[in-house]
């Protein structure tokens, strides 16, 4: 098991040998460095921490600088810790040299957020009815919550409107179907969550 920061870029279609389409997702995949190595003795646990993009030295304070000069590397923009069956050492560098064109990984990344939403976009609802026996304007309500007399409250986990999106979310089994060793650039298969620029983990 290997993992290595992205960036999402946005999208594009690419064509197979038999000029199928197939709709891509381009994703700025590392290099990334090894910034922490966490092991059983001292931390309990195996996993280590990896930085992506270069960050001014400026905007770091002093105690990730000392944490980045221990690594041997400048600051970086990102920190993401990912459990590693592979051995690191501290500095290393990890590309996209572990992945090949038709791997399967697990994408990790936070979906769009939406705001404050009603019940009709946040959970389907179809709203109370048409604008009869003076209904003017209950097109998009909920309706009734379900409680009377006895409890006396709302049930809690009951659907209503509120934060919708912006929800940490894994894609699995999305095949890689070409890299850009170059440009450390991945097409990978189909759509993947976040807004272009938002950060991606992506798990081998």
Known sequence: MIGIIGKKIGMTSVYDVNGIEISCTLIKSGP??????KNIKKDGYISLQIGFEEKKIKNTSKSLLGHFKNAKTSPKHKLKEIKCTKQYLLGEVIDLSEFKVGDYISITGFSKGKGFQGVVKRHGFSGVGGQTHGQHNRLRAPGSLGASSYPSRVFKGIKMAGRMGNNKVT????????ILFEKNIIF???????????????NK
Do not use: M
């Open 32 to 37: 990334c460095t090894v910034t922490q190595v």
């Open 171 to 178: 894609i699995k089994n999305v095949k890689i179907v070409k």
């Open 188 to 202: 990978v298969k189909g759509s993947i969550p976040g807004s272009k620029n938002s950060y991606l983990t992506i």
